[in-house]
């Protein structure tokens, strides 16, 4: 599982790392002053484990739950973006294959290790 982060958003008090409200005790003077919840967050996922476009979308929702492991809830702000995509399944250029499409999905009752992976994942980019 791969993630690419962009994370501009939250209030200072609200970060947290590894468990640590480390926002609460940071000085006044040391970062900017922000007052509000301003800024936005893009999530990247990307995998080699083949998924159906239903459970790239539910994969996607995942990561919003690594995000808020590094302390924001998520507001009412300019807009968050997630978005994943899988590697597994090459397809030819439709022109060349025929009506039919054959792909290889992962069964959905082993699925929970892939959203763990994914929130880990987030999290250790964000965090």
Do not use: C
Request: neutral net charge.
């Amino acid at each position: 599982m791969g993630a690419l982060v962009q994370a501009n958003h939250g209030l200072r008090p609200w970060l947290t790392i590894t468990g640590t409200p480390v926002g609460k005790l940071l000085q006044e003077d040391l970062v900017a002053n922000l007052k509000s919840k301003q800024g936005s967050i893009i999530v990247i996922l990307t995998t080699d484990i083949p998924l159906s476009p239903g459970q790239l979308e539910r994969l996607a929702r995942h990561a919003s739950i690594g995000i808020s492991k590094s302390g924001s809830p998520g507001s009412n702000g300019k807009g968050d973006i997630f978005f994943a995509f899988s590697t597994a399944n090459e397809m030819d250029l439709p022109q060349l294959s025929g009506p039919w499409r054959h792909m290889t999905t992962l069964n959905k009752n082993l699925l929970d290790p892939v959203y763990m992976a994914t929130v880990e994942a987030v999290d250790e980019v964000n965090g």
